[in-house]
């Protein structure tokens, strides 16, 4: 095990972070979606390495992260569509599939003609990926199994000991993983929802599809678009279910679950709008955002996930939201940890 730094984002230490980059080793970084494990993209022992801190199959292909359109352009074949969608949202939390060229090894991409290409925001990734100087390819900072990490301390948590540094860039502003679109099929598509919503990205294309997976599990024997989206996804230690109808026969059915999960002797949970916290009295509840702004949900889920497996809380209840603007990203998420078992409080029968 090596002794993992926790570096503040001052001059000396992001250049202590570069080097190590360039230097072959793993480095934590902040973007404005979730932390990374970063490495050299170049360097195949170090892209290795991260396979091997996380315990990700080697199946799963990575990110490539860059500061800029023209640090893309040696790693993959923009074409005119792709450079309209960078334009109008890079940097930000937004991936595209583009054709790899040839400099990029195999190992980032699991062999596949595409490679995935991401250009953050984060004024520290900025600075450490022009200090570096180096193409840097790095999925989420998690262990496989935990929800992606939106504070250094999550890093520090899953992967203290095996990376050599974490720059602290303070808590994520958008919270969930980046939009991927696949852009080298005929209609550009949306694998996994994110910050840039389909709706921003019809400002700069004629058309865009969303894979229909995002809000359903895949079916038996039907090909992932996405290899990531074929394996398991993070379920907290918990039996996490969504309620979804009207507010008000939703809170009542809430909370007679939560009633009866806790005759059981269960430790239970409400997951609740900021707004609906005082619907559910004398329960145990946890804010996730606020349903007027629903971006605070975004920021927040993870950290409310990981907090309920820190309790060890065995049930949860949650509120939905509507799947439109970042809220398909929430849904999409929300969806995939309660291995999408949804009640409909409108079916319901009320005693
Ligand atoms: O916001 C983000 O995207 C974060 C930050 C660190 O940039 N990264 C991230 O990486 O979420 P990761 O590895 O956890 O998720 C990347 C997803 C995976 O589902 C992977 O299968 C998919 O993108 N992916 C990557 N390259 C691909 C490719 N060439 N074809 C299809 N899917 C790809
Ligand atoms: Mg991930």
Redesign the pocket.
Known sequence: MMNTLLLSPDEENLLLAANALKDGQLVG?P?E?????GADALNENAVRAIFAAKG?PAD????V?VADIDAAMPLCEIDQRSRRVMEAFCPG?I?L?MP?KPCVPSVV??G?S???I?I?SHPVAQKLLRLSGVPVA????NTSGKP?PTTAQHVYDDLQGKLACIVDGGACQVG???T?V?MTSPIPTV??P?GVTPDMLLTVLDEIQVADSVLRPLKEGEQA?????RYKHYAPGGQLTLVRGDTEKVQQLISRLYNEAQAQGHSVRVFAFEEHLSAYPGMETASIGRLSEPETIARQLFAVLRQADADGVEVLFSEVLPPEGIGLAVMNRLSRAAAFRVIDANQEELP
């Open positions: 970084i973007t979606t979730v932390y990374g494990l990700r799963n292909p990575l990110i992260h939390p991936t599939l790899k991409n699991a596949l595409s490679v995935a991401r953050p790095a999925p989420s900072a992606s969930l993983e980046s991927v696949d694998l996994r994110g678009l996405s290899p990531g989206m």
